[in-house]
C-alpha cells in the first residue's frame, strides 16, 4: 500500500512512520508533507525514498533533491493530494491547512487516517458527507479510534452515551490559588503523552477534550448531550460506549499514538505489534477510576463544550481563537487562566451568521484568530504556527 503523510515531522507522523517502517511489505511511504522543517523532511524522504515532498512554508535555503517531486505552499498540500498516487493519506499536520486536501483525498476515494481534530471541528458538516464507503475514514486520535472499534458493527441507533478519557493534564491536582504561576515550561509537562506544544497545552486547559467532544459529536454522528469525557489519570482507557441493553464497550491499551495509527492504517486487520515488544498493561494493573471534570479547575473544557452544544459559527471561532491563545500564553502574553476566558470572549461577542459552505467555516476561523489577537494584544503580524 502507498502511503502518504501529512505533518510527517511531527509527534503524530513520527509514530505513524514508526509503524511504516515495521512493516515494509505492508507499507511504502512516497509522499511527505511538513510545514517548513525542510531539513527532517528532507532526510525522511531521503531515507524512506519517497517520490513527492511538500513544505507549506520552505524556508529560502530550502533545496528539494532533484529526483523528488516538490510542491510549496499551502495550495502544495492539495496539488500532493490531486497528484500523487497514494492509496492512504494519514492527516497528522496540526492547524486548518489541510482541510482542502483531506476534501479531495476522499473525494478521489482514497482511504483516510485522521488525526487533525481541527478539520473535523472546523469543517465536519462539508467534509463527512463526502465519504463514499463506512471506514473510508480512520479516526487516530486516541479516544476517537477507541470509540470506532468499539461501534464496530453496532447499531448506533443503540447508544446511549459516548465517554473520552482526558488524562487531566499537569494540573489535575494543582492547588486553583497556584494557576496563576503556571508557566510554559510546566504546562508542556504532560504526564502521559509527548505530543506537539499546541495540543499540549490544550490537554492542560482540558480545551483538548472539549474540541476532542465536538470532533466526536460529529464523526459518530452524535447530539452533543450524548457525549461526556471521564478524568482518568492512568490513560489505560481511551473511550467508552454505553447501549441501552446496559452493557458498555470501552477500549483499553498503552498510551502509545502508534496503536491508533496501526489501528488505522491496517483495518481491516490488525498488525502483530505484540510480537515485537509493544507494551499491554495487564489486568492486575488496571485502574478503572473515572471522576467527572471539575468546571472550576477547567473552565476551557466548559466553554469548548458549549461551542459544540450551540455548533453553527462556534466549533470554528474556537478553533481559531484557541490557536491564538495558545501562542499568547506560550509567547507570555497572557497568563495561563487567561486562555479560556479569551475563548469565552471570542465566542460571547460573535453576533454574525452561521457558516453556510466550507469557504464561510473557514474564514470563521480566521475571524476567531483577529478576535482573539486583539484581546491578547498581538499585532496581526505575529500569527501562530
Ligand atoms: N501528538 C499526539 O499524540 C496527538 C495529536 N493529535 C492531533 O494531530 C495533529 C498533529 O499533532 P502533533 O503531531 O502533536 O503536532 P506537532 O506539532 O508535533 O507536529 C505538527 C506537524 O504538522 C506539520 N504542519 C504544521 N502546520 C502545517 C501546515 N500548514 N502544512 C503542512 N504541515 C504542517 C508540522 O511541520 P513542521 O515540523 O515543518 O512544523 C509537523 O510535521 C494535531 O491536529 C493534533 O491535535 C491528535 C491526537 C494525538
Ligand atoms: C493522545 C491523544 O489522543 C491526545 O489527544 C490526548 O487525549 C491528550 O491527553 P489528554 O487526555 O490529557 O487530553
Ligand atoms: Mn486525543
Known sequence: MRVGILGAT???GSATLDICRRFPDRFRVTALAARSN????????????????CLTAPGEAFSPDPETRFYRGTRG???????????????ASSGTDAIEALVQAIRLDRDVSLANKESIVVAGPWVLPELRRPDQLRPVDSEHSALWQCL????????????????GGPFRDLPLDRFDAVTPQTALAHPVWRMGPKITVDSATLVNKGIECIEAMRLFAQPMEKVGALIHPRSQVHGLALFQDGSCKLLLSSADMRLPAAAALAYPDRLPLLDQGFD????????????PVDPIRFPGFTVACRA?????????????ADEVAVEAFLSERIPFFRIAAVLDQVLSSY?????????????????GRRKARSLCGMSEEVRPR
Do not use: N
Open 77 to 91: 498540500l492539495l496539488d500532493l493530494v490531486e497528484t500523487e498516487q497514494v492509496d492512504h493519506w494519514v492527516f
Open 10 to 12: 511531527g509527534s503524530v
Open 280 to 291: 499491554f498493561p495487564g489486568p492486575e494493573v488496571w485502574d478503572l477510576r473515572f471522576e
Open 38 to 53: 525542510g531539513k527532517a523532511l528532507l532526510a525522511l524522504g531521503r531515507e524512506l525514498q519517497a517520490e513527492a515532498l
Open 152 to 167: 464496530h458493527g453496532e447499531p448506533t441507533l443503540r447508544l446511549r452515551q459516548l465517554w473520552l478519557t482526558a488524562s
Open 351 to 367: 453576533d454574525g451568521p452561521a457558516p453556510a459552505s466550507l469557504a464561510d467555516a473557514v474564514d470563521l476561523v480566521e475571524q
Open 308 to 320: 459544540g452544544q450551540e455548533d453553527g459559527p462556534y466549533p470554528a471561532l474556537l478553533v481559531g
